[in-house]
């Protein structure tokens, strides 16, 4: 049954506008991947990330790179926001909430390199 939910995933980068940009495609990439997500079913995709990661936004990331997905990613509300500063916490980390419609039940969560120690249950 789909219903409005969200799909949790976060990756690491170095603090390089061309690795924030190849990283946050890859994570998108397989997020959409995993979860057969079309373009009608996404309502919105909210990143956060890591104050040591400060020379590209992620969602300009991802609108730049709008070619390489099969919809228009850059038609997709996208929103951008620093993650709190918790001490020992994950460095150089993207994180991403992709809210849409989808069937809770087949929803896979996606955690890359280093951000797998974020999630070691299900990575």
Known sequence: MRRLCAIRGAITAENTKESIEKQTVRLVQEI?????????DIVDFNFSLTRDLDVLNPATALRLNADKFNFDVSKVPLFCSQEAFIQG???RCIRVLVTGYFDRKKIKFVYLDDAKKLRPDIS
């Open 89 to 91: 916490s994950l460095e």
């Open 32 to 40: 959409i991947s995993e979860n057969n997500i079309r373009e009608n």
